[in-house]
């Protein structure tokens, strides 16, 4: 077994094949710490220092070395110091062969030949390093287990041959041995396996630049995984990110293809020209789309912008019979409590007209049951519940007493507790304690959503308040996101009025989309106190072009700003705002800023109102222009002017980290 080198990261200047650095003992394992979670056994007692297990129904195959359950550190660690270092993006072959010379043994181990189709036991050989490839043969006796029966020894045998006996290394599964001999080339590969399956990009050896390869995409990528591994990114971004990537991947194809028929063909002819319009489309379309996967990519990126996300939910209607009917939530119902309920609530709904009232021990029961026009009550106690109340009917939800008295609780992992789509909603009244979510406590997606005399105690973000949502929020308290406590996303309409809104990341954050267009979100801010978060107390996501486009102020004071209207060649700076510049940035250097010469208190109020009338009125002018490159030169100015906001007074803004208001230029 070769001697195998320490970190080569550590050492200042590139990697080179030179390079000799003093060897550690092989019994350590090349990425084995003492407190490492594949160190599954006593490092004192001789033996493998990793699990074993048997494939899932190939009970006749011999257990195999379990290398898949790595930790994030374990798998940066490996990448950063063993086997990439700073290379780059072309070299990772050359540096990964390399690394598989020091660690792997060259023969005498079994592997299990996993494809999609057949399992088959084999033993290597010998191992082509420079093309990551084994050199094996069938084990003796042959096992074999496939979805068809049609793979015979002999079958396979020619199989082999026509592979020349070279296997790819990521297609082969290290047959576990406890002897600890081959801990090392079981990781080895297992990294290899996890490299081309999870960070690897067809692409990524066209593109150079002066960032190493693994900072510019094996970390990016690999936190990614993680975070979507451990419930930290929402579903619907999830599902954005696969299918960018698979049309990437199907553009990228189709692109080789291209310069590869425009290569042989040596004739100017007409043919030629449009492929080659057709590859300027395609390598355009492909360069959106990386920029797009990059942005999600990025954990900084990923949490100022904004995404679509559709919700599934249907909406019930008016019940068959038309009636309406009153739900009671009560996990006990005892008689002081219902005649209470019959006096103060019940009664005032009888003499309207004859009701129907339903009892559920549970809030989740009562809100799937609701058709449109139901009443839920829910009566003091403190409710567990381990589903999403998806809310699409115009319903009230609304608590029998104090908030700190009925709350409702949720376990268990989901992207969302409260999910809003219903044309009116109200909820008022109660207390909501958020656990384990991906997303907000609260999301609308569409339609108007009144919460009303409750409290957020969040865990990720408050609330969500998406395009073409309403949400109106009243006399209620929000703290405890680690993310945002509100988030408001371009053309929704949001109201607040006498909040709270504390200990969160930020308090509010006003997203955008990167490349869709839509209007400023309207806002009012109405005597809300927003103190002792984090970051800023509000925090405005906009394109650097808005900011570029303030002239000097012909009246000095706070309440008008004079702004430049963008000429053409402006506006198209504006639409070609340069996404890799702002990922490197993002990653570096770029920070939210604060203007820390106005107080918290008052003058906070009057740049908010600054701030977002002067993006909202540059977007109208991007938005005119885009109109009329469309042909449509008759927009009414009225319909293009954008009043921005209600109102923004009496808000305070008390111990923000880093201010009351800041600014995320893009």
Not at 119 to 146: G, H, I, N, Q, W
Not at 472 to 487: H, T, V, W
Not at 559 to 579: G, M, Q, Y
Not at 580 to 591: F, N, P, S, V, W
């Amino acid at each position: 077994m070769a001697d195998v080198p320490r970190a080569m990261a550590a050492q200042p200047g590139r990697r080179g094949r030179a390079d000799a650095e003093e060897p550690v003992a092989a019994e350590r394992g090349l990425f084995q710490d003492e407190d490492s979670c594949s160190d599954c056994s006593n490092h004192d007692k001789p033996g493998s220092n990793l699990q074993s297990f048997v494939p899932e129904g190939k009970t006749h195959f011999p257990e195999i070395f379990q290398t898949s359950q790595l930790l994030f550190y374990e798998r940066f660690r490996a990448y950063q110091d063993y086997i990439l270092a700073d290379c780059k993006a072309s070299e990772v072959r050359e540096f990964t062969a390399e690394f598989l010379e020091k660690v792997l043994e060259p023969s005498g181990w079994q592997a299990v030949w996993h494809t999609n189709v057949f399992e088959v036991l084999v033993e290597v050989t010998d191992v082509d390093f420079a093309a990551l490839k084994a050199v094996v043969r069938l084990a003796d006796p042959y096992l074999c287990e496939s979805q068809v029966s049609s793979f015979t020894l002999e079958c396979m045998n020619e199989l082999l041959d026509l592979k020349e006996h070279r296997l790819p290394l990521q297609e082969l599964w290290v047959v576990f041995d406890d002897s600890g001999v081959f801990d090392q080339t079981a990781l080895a590969i297992e990294h290899v396996r996890f490299f081309y399956q999870n960070i690897w990009r067809s692409w990524d050896e066209e593109e150079e630049d002066e960032y190493d390869y693994f900072v510019r995409c094996v970390e990016p990528r690999l936190r990614l995984h993680y975070d979507i591994l451990e419930d930290r990114v929402p579903s619907g971004l999830i599902v954005d990110y696969h299918n960018l990537l698979s049309q990437c991947e199907e553009s990228y194809r189709k692109f080789l293809n291209l310069r590869s028929s425009l290569s042989n063909c040596n004739s100017d002819s007409e043919q030629e020209n449009i492929s080659m319009v057709e590859g300027l489309k395609l390598y355009s379309e492909i360069e959106q789309l990386k920029q797009k996967l990059k942005l999600i990519e990025n954990p900084l990126l990923r949490y100022v912008f904004g995404y679509q996300k559709n919700s599934n939910i249907q909406a019930k209607g008016i019940r068959p019979n038309g009636q309406k009917v009153m739900h009671v939530v009560s996990s006990t119902m005892m008689t002081g409590l219902l005649r209470s309920l019959l006096r103060d609530r019940l009664s005032q709904e009888l003499c309207k007209e004859e009701t129907e009232i339903q009892f559920h021990s549970d809030p989740l029961s009562a809100i799937n049951a609701c058709y449109e026009g139901d009443t839920v009550i829910v009566c003091p106690g403190h409710y567990m519940v381990h589903g999403t109340f998806a809310i699409a009917d115009s319903i009230d939800l609304e608590g029998y007493g104090l908030p700190d008295d009925i709350v409702i609780e949720k376990r268990g992992k989901g992207d969302t507790f409260v999910d809003c789509t219903g044309v009116d909603i109200k909820i008022s009244g109660i207390k909501f304690i958020q656990h384990d979510a991906v997303e907000g406590i609260l999301i609308i997606h569409r339609g108007k959503t009144t919460l009303e005399n409750c409290v957020l105690q969040c865990e990720t973000t408050g609330v969500t308040v998406r395009t073409s949502a309403e949400f109106l929020m009243k006399n209620s308290d929000l703290y405890g996101a680690k993310g945002a406590g509100i988030e408001i996303y371009p053309g929704s309409k949001c109201t607040l009025s006498d909040n709270g809104i504390h200990h969160c990341k930020e308090g509010i954050l006003i997203k955008d989309f990167l490349d869709e267009h839509y209007d400023i979100p309207k806002i009012s801010m109405v005597n809300n106190v927003i103190h002792n978060n984090e970051g800023y107390g509000v925090v405005l996501v906009k394109p650097t072009i808005f900011s570029d486009l303030q002239e000097n102020v012909q009246d000095e004071t706070e309440e008008n700003r004079a702004l430049k209207v963008p000429t053409s060649e402006e506006a198209d700076t504006a639409e070609r705002i340069d996404l890799e510049e702002l990922i490197q940035c993002a990653t570096g250097k770029m920070e939210l800023y604060a203007r820390s010469s106005l107080s918290e208190q008052v003058e906070g109020n009057c740049e908010i109102v600054n701030e977002l009338v002067a993006a909202s009125t540059q977007k109208g002018q991007m938005k005119k222009k885009r109109l009329s490159e469309l042909g449509i030169t008759q927009a009414d100015d009225k319909l293009m002017s954008q009043e921005m906001f209600v109102s923004i007074v009496g808000n305070q803004f008390k111990w923000n980290g880093k201010g009351s208001f800041g600014t995320f230029l893009f």
